[in-house]
């Protein structure tokens, strides 16, 4: 099957010399949702601002629906939707006039109905007719979304969606992601969240100094990066680990106060159960335990390590 998005060879050297992209390839399929995840400063928004034309590539190219987003640019830019990751919005203009506006922009007739459509399904139909100045935050981002899609893109770039966002609004992302994937929509979209990336992404790319260090199903790459510990903090400090928990992969931590057991989140002999119980046959009394997983950083600080 032909991508709708692919990206060959993408390199950025900033005028500065800074290096954002190192050879990005990508491919994308019809309909899908990849997520990129990516430390600040890792090339995200380089790679989003090259593919949407806001941006020019050093060497590479980029196909967007077929079309050449240097060559044939009016035809790729038509295709796609972007949500960028600064919140930019006209303070004097109303929803409305922003939506039949955006519409202009990629040379489509008003279509007061698809406008109503989109502004309702982000919540802001109430606020059609309010300035903009006078929104809060959360409904600027929606507005963002709105004119991202007012013009029926089949390629979404969201960078960043979530970041600073409350709770109910990156829900309601979530949900719309969900939604325009049914309808055919090919999502890409940036985070630092890995529990974003779960809840929404059917591939993961994990890019890193401008490097995409691999693209991944995200079951797969949950499995084998996502890293759990147990941490079970004693009621009496040990000067010792005993044997049999040594056996089992546990270490003694601050001063003998706690036991730690690392392992990946796909490993089936890990049971919590089992181990509580090999804790108290080895006659070590439990004050409190905990399960932490690993965060993105620790993960990224992994996968670099393992990068050459
Ligand atoms: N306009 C610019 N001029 C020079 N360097 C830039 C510019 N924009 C971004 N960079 C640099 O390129 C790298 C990648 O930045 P960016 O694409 O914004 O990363 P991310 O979105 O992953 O945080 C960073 O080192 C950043 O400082
Ligand atoms: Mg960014």
Known sequence: MTPVLSVQHLNKVYKDG???????????AKGEILALLGPNGAGKTTLISIICG?????????????????????QARSLIGLVPQELTTDTFETPKGSLNFSRGLFGLPPDPGKVEQVLRDLSLWDKKDNRIMTLSGGMKRRLLIAKALVHEPKVLFLDEPTAGVDVALRQDMWQMVAQLREQGVTVVLTTHYIEEAEAIADRVGVISCGKLLLVEDKYKLMASMGQKQLQVDLK???????????????????HGQQLLLGYRRDDENIAVGAMLSAIHQAGVEVADIHTVQSSLEEIFIELLQESP
Do not use: K
Not at 236 to 254: H, I, K, M, Y
């Open 18 to 28: 800074q290096q954002a992209l190192r050879d990005i390839n990508l491919d994308v």
């Open 236 to 254: 009496t400090p040990l000067t010792e680990l005993p044997v049999t928990l040594a056996e089992l992969g546990f270490s003694l931590q601050n």
């Open 54 to 74: 806001i941006v020019n590539a050093t060497s590479g190219r980029v196909r967007v629906g077929g079309f050449d987003s240097v060559t044939q640019f009016r």
